[in-house]
T-cell receptor, first 115, second 112 residues
Framework: GAGVSQSPSNKVTEKGKDVELRCDPI?????LYWYRQSLGQGLEFLIY????????KSGLPSDRFSAERTGGSVSTLTIQRTQQEDSAVYLC?????????????FGNGTRLTVT | EDQVTQSPEALRLQEGESSSLNCSYT??????LFWYRQDPGKGPEFLFT???AGEEKEKERLKATLTKKESFLHITAPKPEDSATYLC?????????????FGSGTRLLVRP
């Protein structure tokens, strides 16, 4: 079946511009995560959505970052007034909490480069 | 605070040369420890979940083991196609128990 789909796969933007990253999770997965992976670093948690519950935004690094999930499916991560330190790979993952301690299934990420 | 440390950062092996990757963790109650494989330009690919000390899981040339403080990923007679970054992650039992906390990974290169 289809996995987690992310678009665009690559994004180059100028400092100060806004960007939107999209994630389409696995069908039926109610939990959706955004992580950030900087060069040579581990994955950094950004935000978590579960069904209709309030999202956990505790990992968002600044108020320039926001995310929404519409209709319990597709999610967009928006970065306003991008800075060079925002350059990283942004990974989306989904899981099915109804199956207990389930793993996360990741997309291939969006590589963001801020020039 | 939950933490995961992986070692070594990088490992070079000859084809057929078995070795182990280490994942040390501190967590206030372990719900699960996860191993992932990540190829360049791709997202992490799920390999195993381990739940309790003494548990072992195997898949082809890979075997994951778990103690109360660390996990090992044993690679037996590796092949060049096993070259990848291997990530370890934990999920704790505290409030944010849905999160996975990741280590920085071990970059494995298997030379023919």
């Amino acid at each position: 079946g289809a996995g987690v789909s992310q678009s665009p796969s690559n994004k180059v933007t100028e400092k100060g511009k806004d960007v939107e990253l999209r994630c389409d999770p696995i069908s039926g997965h109610t939990a959706l995560y955004w992580y950030r992976q900087s060069l040579g670093q581990g994955l950094e948690f950004l935000i978590y959505f579960q069904g209709n519950s309030a999202p956990d935004k505790s990992g968002l690094p600044s108020d320039r970052f926001s995310a929404e999930r519409t209709g319990g499916s597709v999610s967009t991560l928006t970065i306003q007034r991008t800075q060079q330190e925002d350059s990283a790979v942004y990974l989306c993952a989904s899981s099915s909490p109804g199956q207990g301690n389930s793993p996360l299934h990741f997309g291939n990420g969006t590589r963001l480069t801020v020039t | 605070e939950d933490q995961v440390t992986q070692s070594p950062e990088a490992l070079r092996l000859q084809e057929g040369e078995s070795s182990s990757l280490n994942c040390s963790y501190t967590v206030s109650g372990l719900r699960g420890l996860f191993w992932y494989r990540q190829d360049p330009g791709k997202g992490p690919e799920f390999l195993f979940t381990l739940y309790s000390a003494g548990e072992e899981k195997e898949k082809e040339r890979l075997k994951a083991t778990l103690t109360k403080k660390e996990s090992f990923l044993h690679i037996t007679a590796p092949k060049p196609e096993d070259s990848a970054t291997y990530l370890c992650a934990v999920r704790g039992i505290m409030d944010s128990s849905y999160k996975l906390i990741f280590g920085s990974g071990t970059r494995l290169l298997v030379r023919p």
